[in-house]
């Protein structure tokens, strides 16, 4: 038979069930927040991965609508940029995904 553990008590000093010192406690990523997959901060990262994303599947969808007829060169520039804008975005958030994921395994006393 499982037996379920009960959590500690919270005190000053930090909290006696996942050992996280009052500091760590703060960024409310304690006992019942671990039970997540994933910290909030790197769920609003993903978020904005997938969005842009979306949006980059739009626009690529638009350059092949359009491969019948011939775009505005100036329109099609404008999707070239903004796709070009999107992979740099990416970039970016892929470091923050991983920077993210660090802290989550700092938090769960892996790094």
Known sequence: MI???????VSVGGCDCCNSS???MATDYGCGE???????R???VLKRI??????ARTLKKQLAGHE?????SGERKRIEAELDELRHLRTALEEERVSAA???????GHA
Not at 3 to 9: A, D, I, P, R
Not at 34 to 40: D, G
Not at 50 to 55: Q, V
């Open 50 to 55: 997938r969005d842009a994303g979306e949006r």
């Open 102 to 108: 660090e802290e989550r395994m700092r938090y769960l």
């Open 34 to 40: 671990r039970k997540e997959v994933f910290t909030p």
């Open 22 to 24: 009052p500091e760590e």
């Open 3 to 9: 037996s379920v553990l009960e959590m500690g008590n």
């Open 42 to 44: 790197e769920r609003e």
């Open 68 to 72: 019948t007829y011939r775009l505005e």
